[in-house]
């Protein structure tokens, strides 16, 4: 099966360290994904600027590392990263803003990626709020 | 054949940039001539109501965007019977009003749905 | 068409679960998860009729007994839900 995986939430809420998990669960059954396209708080699961506490799970390193090791197309939507300040170097150095806080392995692009995505697979799966 | 999408909004519009984004889904699935319908459901509704002011809370009117459905080939637009009549409202001449059961019916149809 | 919803919002304090349960299918099914697990207490979903899964960590967690009414699910059988279904509706 090939799986499109939509995230709408931050990485310290429960729903974002739920899409890893199951995520991971596609995998490991031998699944495909096509795409994770982060929209909306999602693009707060793809900062790269989070510190989180010793004693708690960082869901955001932990997406890193997952979309790394399996070379995954992370997509993080411009328009709603642009509007909740998570910039890439390049989109930093056009406004003018102080700090980076994306980098590989996420990439920044439009809504169309995530249409392209649902085309492209058997099953959308949507994950956000608590 | 394109995979077909629902978009659900159920957020009042200037709860914060829920709505907007909803509809930025639909424009961008319009733009790419993909077979999308909208159904506002439950406060997004509310998105539907006539003499909103949008600038009195310095919030872009979404209008212009539900305007734009019909420009972007987005024709399938829908309201919940029952969350207008919850919320005092007469059906919008700009989205047909479903009842329970053909939504139920609606939702069937599409191949994904999106419920922002 | 079968559906899943998955529901992760706590039907005390909102009113998804509401919406999920007017609007869905005879063949459809639900997944409780996060603090949806609480509709385990639900008397609506109960009596509804429609097949009613939850993610096992959250039902630990939050130790709530499972009623005979409903299937707990591990996230591989949340990947296999989401396959036997037609499409998920996540209500985000």
Same mark, same amino acid.
């Given at each position: ?130 | ?10 957020? $009042? ?20 001539? @993909? ?28 209008? $212009? ?5 019909? @420009? ?33 019916? @609606? ?10 | ?92």
């Amino acid at each position: 099966m090939k799986f499109a995986i939509a995230l709408y939430s931050a990485a310290h809420t429960p729903s974002s360290r739920r899409a890893l998990l199951f995520a991971q669960a596609a995998l490991a059954g031998g699944h495909e994904i096509v795409r994770l396209f982060f929209y909306q708080d999602g693009v707060y699961s793809a900062s790269n600027n989070i510190v989180a506490p010793q004693d708690e799970q960082d869901i955001a390193h932990q997406w890193r590392e997952f979309v790394s090791q399996h070379q995954l197309d992370g997509v993080v939507c411009i328009a709603a990263a642009l509007r909740r300040g998570v910039l890439n170097a390049e989109e930093a150095t056009r406004y003018q803003r102080s700090a980076v806080n994306l980098e590989a392995p996420w990439a920044l692009s439009g809504l169309g990626q995530l249409h392209d995505a649902i085309q492209g697979a058997d099953r959308l799966i949507c994950f956000g709020g608590p | 054949m394109s995979k077909s999408l629902l978009v659900i909004s159920r957020q $009042a519009p200037w709860s914060g940039p829920s709505a907007r984004e909803a509809l930025d889904i639909v424009l961008a699935g319009g733009a790419f001539d @993909l077979p999308i319908g909208l159904l506002f459901l439950d406060d997004g509704v509310f998105q539907l109501a006539p003499h909103q002011d949008a600038k009195a809370v310095q919030q872009k009117d979404l209008g $212009a965007n539900l305007q734009a459905l019909g @420009l972007f080939g987005i024709d399938d637009v829908f309201a919940c019977s029952h969350s207008l009549a919850e919320r005092g409202l007469t059906p919008p001449a700009s989205a047909q009003p479903l009842g329970n059961e053909d939504i139920c019916r @609606l939702i069937d149809r599409y191949d994904q749905v999106i419920t922002l | 068409m079968s559906t899943l919803h998955v529901l992760s919002h706590s039907p005390f304090t909102d009113s998804r679960l509401d919406s999920c349960l007017r609007l869905c299918g005879r063949e459809d099914a639900i997944l409780l998860c996060g603090d949806g697990a609480y509709g385990l207490h639900s008397p609506a979903l109960r009596t509804k009729g429609v097949k009613v899964f939850v993610l096992a960590e959250d039902m630990q967690a939050r130790n709530l007994p499972l009623p005979d009414w409903a299937d707990s699910v591990d996230y591989p059988g949340f990947v296999q839900l989401s396959i036997d279904y037609d499409k998920v509706n996540t209500w985000l």
